[in-house]
Structures are given as structure tokens and as C-alpha cells.
T-cell receptor, first 114, second 115 residues
Framework: KNQVEQSPQSLIILEGKNCTLQ??????????LRWYKQDTGRGPVSLTIMTFSENTKSNGRYTATLDADTKQSSLHITASQLSDSASYICVVTPRPTNAGKSTFGDGTTLTVKP | NAGVTQTPKFRVLKTGQSMTLLCAQD?????MYWYRQDPGMGLRLIHYSVGEGTTAKGEVPDGYNVSRLKKQNFLLGLESAAPSQTSVYFC??????????????FGQGTRLTVV
């Protein structure tokens, strides 16, 4: 069964600090990996997407990296802000693509404190 | 743009009651999805649709039915609610299947409690 495992489960950091969230997956063959941000009480919003041929993608202070050989991805947040407090979800889609085959990780809950 | 709108936002049901959750999108997306999200667990796909008049089962379809009579609407029905269906339900839509790189846009969620 395809799996997506995220770590840590939760993380607390001080405002202004950097942090890195991890996503390991067993999905193979692999099509793409997407990171979503989910604020409390809201639906997820896409941050980045990477295909198997890409190894880094940035969106402002968010930088995602991908190592397709080791099946690992990370999301690095630079100079954290209070508004970064949210759940971050890794989603992996296999090849051939299928609307119903993406696998969601359980998410990492990030809390940024002043 | 409204994007993806879910109705209602909150609901409390008694065991055995039925209800319908409505999802509406104004982005002309072909693909629509219903997920449930439980504490400590990832989003799980209930049912999805690849176009008007079509539906397909996802990972956890039991106890739910769906209909896509109009392209912009995707309805999720609970035939006989059970406490195990207490969850937050999210609807999403996308222009292409997620596997082709298209972003899925999510609604704000419906918090359902079955007592």
C-alpha cells in the first residue's frame, strides 16, 4: 500500500527562526508531490508542487526539496512568522495518474510563538 | 471569486438521520472530490467525480452516496448517520486530475457531529 509519512507530528518554534518538515513516501512509480498549508478551521491551500524531475521549488519563504531516489521531501520555512502556524500536509500522486489515487500524509502541526 | 463553497458549515445529526452536504464551485472545474478529515489522520477520499454525471468511489466510500447532476455542484449524502461519521468534511475541485499537476482548491469544510 502506498504510504506517506510526515515528521515531526508537531513542532513549536520561535518567531523568526527557520524550520524543516519532512515527508517520506513509498509511492512508486511517482508522478508528483505537493505541499499544502492548512490553517485551523480552513481547507488546505497549495504551497508547491514538484514532479519527479524537479528537486527544488520555492514559494516566498517556503522552499520544498525532493530526492526521488530516497523518496524523501522536505519543506523549509525561513524566518518564520506567527501566520505560519498551521498544519502542513504532503500529498503524493503515483503514475499513471488517476484522480482518486493521491495519498495524503497526516500532516505536521507547526506552532510559531512570539 | 467564491471558489469552492460548502453548505452547511456545521451540523449536528442524531444517529440514523440522513442529510446532504452541498459543494459548489465557480471555476468550471471538471474534477470534484469529497474528503473526510479526522483528528491525527490525513485527508481520506470518500468519492470523486471526473465530470458531470460521473462518480467514483474513493478510499472510504461506505455509508456515503454522491451525485454530480450539474458540473458546478457535487452532493454528498449520508443515508443513515452513525457516530463514526463524525468528522470534518472537505470538498475540492481541480481542472485536471491532481496527478497531472493541477492544484486542488478546497472548500472551508463542514463540521459534522453525529450523536
Amino acid at each position: 500500500k502506498n504510504q506517506v509519512e510526515q515528521s515531526p507530528q508537531s513542532l513549536i518554534i520561535l518567531e523568526g527562526k527557520n524550520c524543516t518538515l519532512q515527508c517520506n513516501y513509498t509511492v512508486s512509480p511517482f508522478s508528483n508531490l505537493r505541499w499544502y498549508k492548512q490553517d485551523t478551521g480552513r481547507g488546505p491551500v497549495s504551497l508547491t508542487i514538484m514532479t519527479f524531475s524537479e528537486n527544488t521549488k520555492s514559494n516566498g519563504r517556503y522552499t520544498a526539496t525532493l530526492d526521488a531516489d530516497t523518496k524523501q521531501s522536505s519543506l523549509h520555512i525561513t524566518a518564520s512568522q506567527l501566520s505560519d502556524s498551521a498544519s502542513y500536509i504532503c500529498v503524493v500522486t503515483p503514475r499513471p495518474t488517476n484522480a482518486g489515487k493521491s495519498t495524503f500524509g497526516d500532516g505536521t502541526t507547526l506552532t510559531v510563538k512570539p | 471569486n467564491a471558489g469552492v463553497t460548502q453548505t452547511p458549515k456545521f451540523r449536528v445529526l442524531k444517529t440514523g438521520q440522513s442529510m446532504t452536504l452541498l459543494c459548489a464551485q465557480d471555476m468550471n472545474h471538471e474534477y470534484m472530490y469529497w474528503y473526510r478529515q479526522d483528528p491525527g489522520m490525513g485527508l481520506r477520499l470518500i468519492h470523486y467525480s471526473v465530470g458531470e454525471g460521473t462518480t467514483a468511489k474513493g478510499e472510504v466510500p461506505d455509508g456515503y452516496n454522491v451525485s454530480r447532476l450539474k458540473k458546478q455542484n457535487f452532493l454528498l449524502g449520508l443515508e443513515s448517520a452513525a457516530p463514526s461519521q463524525t468528522s470534518v468534511y472537505f470538498c475540492a475541485s481541480s481542472y485536471y486530475p491532481r496527478g497531472e499537476g493541477s492544484e486542488a482548491f478546497f472548500g472551508q469544510g463542514t463540521r459534522l457531529t453525529v450523536v
